[in-house]
DNA sequence: TATGAATGAGCCTTCATTCAT
DNA sequence: AATGAATGAAGGCTCATTCAT
């Protein structure tokens, strides 16, 4: 308890001097809030349908007042988008990690791709209800399409280093776009356990691979 | 006296003659007026986000009271099913079309699956909301899945024309999965016109065609 | 055809000459029909809670459409005292017939009372709701009292036979207001089935039945 | 500073001592609020037929809004049933009360009971109500019961008190059962002022107690 | 007369958001 | 800043009753 009390003393002491500390250190701690209460909203997607998950139920998660959330965030949908992007860079960040690696292989990408979504469910529940949602403010459109197209850079680059030549942004996009298609067609393929699903998906992640490795050898 | 109960014997006669036909007909209209309100809601769910889509707002396209839908439609989710088997099917018949002609190609299947589905956003749509929504009915659940079965099984057929050998039903999920993929990943391109969008999709769809022909010419 | 038009004559020809049988006839029918519905609303009532009754329901367990109904019942409440009064009227006729027999005693009387009420819930169900809801018309309530009167002045005439003297009323009040209550209160004894609960408020009627032959005998 | 912070501190030791406190006054402020809403369906009760009373209605004689019951009441018929119960309570307590005293007699406990639920009609008619309708939820059935029991082994006390032998248990049901029959049944007296019906109902109460005095006294 | 589709008011309930404390 | 009670609009659904056929 002194201890806590000590560092309060000394950070209003800061306060005075150094007030750009300060408030990069207020700037600090509004972000880690924000970040709490989107670690929490992700647990609540993880848990429930995305149309069951309410404001309440986040803030609950989060350990705070419902009222509290919109200190930080303006509205419902605001919170939903950053909790998504944080989410794709997750994804951008392990796609680039596989990529990173030396000797990596299409079908390792693939797969870890469709692993990642499986495992984090919300980020692509969320994002397929982004896009039948449609109607994104411009402000979100911008951070969205970034991640979007950071990752597709990251393609881009695998598709190169495949040898492929000319424009690979078509690559880029049908590779994309399968993947995702996979993760949604098949989400709840009727019947089957969830183990057995994700190995499905991993089958046809690798076919899906396989042809591209196919097409860039020819 | 004797003579009226002929004759009532007679309309009664006549009456159970005709039944079935009066009963057709009023079989007819019923089916006639599920359809009338299915175009209604289809029509409603072109003009506004899927999640945002009301009873009454159907009603209202249909020109009808809410309660009147309640008479052809036991609740929400069984309306919004039948209209989306309705849309399924009109999938189905237009990649049997294709695949009924002699010369067709694995382009033109996928075109056509592109452009069907592009035409008629709100089936996808509701493929997708069903797909993330998770929660069907299992009466309901078995007709989505048969329409998706049909589609699939056709597939198949095309894959084995092809020349594919063993199972191809793998092959029929990917290239599935991959149209779909498409459709939701790129239907909210950002910055770019309807017809711009349709193009890309289709330039995409021929990249996956092309992809399984390599494959299967090898 | 023509033979109809005939009969349609002949009996215009009647309707002339013998106006007062026609519309007894008629008077008659009309009577036939009210019952063939009131019959359907008491199998309605048997089956399911007084408040889950719809006038849907009894129009198809009698097999008519619901806007017939309204050609014998001005609204749902009438129809629901008329059913109620037929009802009524027989358990003050089961009480009659073990009334008019020599050597009954109240045990009996008590015992019928029940029997004939827990067989046939609804009639008390009905009682119960016509009390509660408190809002009868008022020429529907000249009928139900003349039955409650009725059955009043039967519990009269048995206590007279058992030797009371003076004015009897209050007693066939008590008497009649407790087997009410004994229905009333262990009609959903908590985890007893149907023939225990039975066989329970039978002891307790036969308890009330002895206070009452106590009494008298004093 | 250090003294200011120290102050922190003391509040701080304070708030954990206070914080039973607090949570304390909050949950009496959430009984409160309970017990204004209660209040006011009991009001409403008293006001329609049951059937007709709605969380609107509720909520408006409450002067909240029909959204702000939920947060007390998980639904509608949890606010029923303990309205029920408090006023199960208050006919427990004033039964109880008349038991505590020496010299009570059964005619005074029948008459306050009579009392206190002629006056209190929404009890008893809510009691009728579930009764009637039959299908409470298992958690509230629990609650209900308890309360039911309660009265009735003090009414066991009382018959045991008056020198009954054997299993006494029959004779509190039959008592228990003989009283609200009275209520239920002469409730809506025709033609009589609610003085009158009370009156009368007390008469009856009056010859059920000397009924089960007799038999006792045998 | 009978039909049964349609009405439309009204019910219970939910939830993003606000605001007094 | 945080709380959390309250709002109030809105949603899905039901059903007595009406009315064109």
Not at 59 to 73: D, K
Not at 78 to 90: C, D, M, P, Q
Not at 109 to 136: C, P, Q, R, W
Request: positive net charge; aromatic residues 12%; glycine residues 6%.
């Amino acid at each position: 308890m002194t201890n806590r009390l000590v560092l309060v003393y000394i950070s209003r002491g800061k306060m005075m001097k150094t007030k750009g500390a300060f408030s990069r250190l207020k700037e600090q701690e509004r972000k880690t809030r924000k970040a709490i209460i989107i670690d929490a909203a992700e647990r609540v997607f993880a848990s429930k349908p995305f149309s069951k998950v309410t404001m309440r139920d986040i803030a609950g998660e989060a350990g705070i007042s419902p009222g509290a959330i919109y200190r930080y965030f303006p509205d419902q949908q605001t919170l939903f988008v950053e909790a998504f992007l944080i989410g794709a860079e997750g994804i951008a960040k392990s796609v680039q990690e596989i990529l990173s690696k030396d000797g990596y292989t299409i079908d390792k990408v693939a797969e870890s791709f469709i692993n990642y979504l499986f495992e984090n469910d919300h980020y692509f529940k969320m994002m397929t209800h982004f896009i039948l949602e449609g109607s994104i403010k411009d402000s979100l459109l911008d951070r969205t399409n970034a991640v979007a197209r950071y990752m597709l850079e990251q393609f881009d680059t695998m598709f190169k280093k495949m040898g492929a030549t000319g424009d690979v942004r078509p690559l880029s996009h049908a590779f994309f776009a399968a993947l995702n298609g996979i993760l949604i067609t098949f989400y709840n393929y009727p019947g089957r356990g969830r183990q057995e699903i994700l190995k499905h998906m991993q089958v046809l992640a690798r076919i899906i691979a396989s042809l591209f490795k196919n097409r860039l050898s020819l």
